[in-house]
């Protein structure tokens, strides 16, 4: 309501409106399309009310735009629709429509797939980086231990068992799918992996910073080491087939500060 009365206030001093709602990707390794669709739905909503010219459709990055720019592809499809059409449809029909319009799959089932597969990291890329700062530039500790608290109730396992559940739908449609969609379907799965390799994180932070439960083996810290080391590298070539460096060296700092910190676990 209040940001309805801002938009109303403008509109009756007579100045020129956009709206601007967001695909909701910020800090994150793919958008949350629910978020998404409410926030564009509604300032779409407020924008055919009180007469805006336009849609400006927003995508932020923060901690170095981690998420591949064609999981923007969605929210963009909502701006469209939502931009001209002020009968805006419900979500589970209009992610049925994309799903089969877009990308080719019969089913209708695969925004709704994405949009499950979104909510499972346990440790959100946010916290990681926030974590990491703490502990090397700030050496602070109990920041940090703040921090993995914030995300302690999420179980890890649990997550990262819904995601291979996901994932195997994933591979199913990316057979099914229009041709030229297959690649993006491939950026999901490994964003899906980056995810899990993420999440198996936690215990291993919260065994040295929380001292919750016994620290894990000296193999598997360097196995779990390896694994984030391995999917970066997977995760570089990727970006280089769409953007330039850019901030693609913060984020591998990120991952490799991690990878380091497992291997001293237990030195």
Not at 21 to 36: A, D, E, I
Not at 99 to 111: H, I, M, P, R, T
Not at 131 to 151: G, M, N, T, W
Request: net charge negative.
């Amino acid at each position: 309501h209040q940001r309805e009365n801002e938009i109303r206030d403008i509109a009756a001093s007579g100045i020129t409106q956009y709206a601007c709602p967001g695909v909701c990707g910020w800090n994150r390794w793919m958008p949350l399309m629910y978020n998404s669709y409410l926030n564009i739905r509604t300032m779409c909503h407020h924008a055919h009310k009180y007469n805006a010219i336009g849609l400006l459709n927003t995508d932020w990055g923060d901690y170095g735009h981690i998420n591949h720019p064609d999981f923007s592809r969605i929210g963009m499809i909502y701006g469209a629709a939502f931009s001209w059409n002020a009968d805006i449809l419900p979500e589970e029909e209009i992610n049925r429509q994309i799903s089969v319009l877009e990308f080719g799959d019969a089913s209708g089932k695969l925004v709704s797939v994405l949009d499950l597969l979104c909510h499972q990291d346990a440790y959100p890329w946010r916290t990681a980086v926030m974590v990491q700062e703490a502990l090397e530039l700030h050496q602070d500790k109990e920041e940090a231990a703040e921090l993995l608290r914030s995300c302690a109730e999420g179980d890890a396992d649990a997550a990262n068992a819904s995601i291979d559940a996901l994932c195997a739908v994933l591979y199913e449609k990316a057979g099914t799918v229009r041709p030229e969609n297959r690649p993006m379907i491939y950026a999901y799965l490994l964003a899906a992996d980056g995810l899990k390799v993420l999440n198996r994180l936690l215990p291993f932070l919260r065994a040295s910073l929380l001292s919750e439960g016994t620290l894990p083996e000296k193999e598997d810290c360097f196995a779990l080491a390896g694994d984030l080391e391995r999917w970066l590298h997977s995760y570089k070539e990727l970006w280089r087939t769409v953007s330039k460096e850019s901030e693609l060296y913060r984020i591998a700092h990120v991952f490799c500060w991690y990878a380091d910190l497992l291997r001293d676990l237990n030195a």
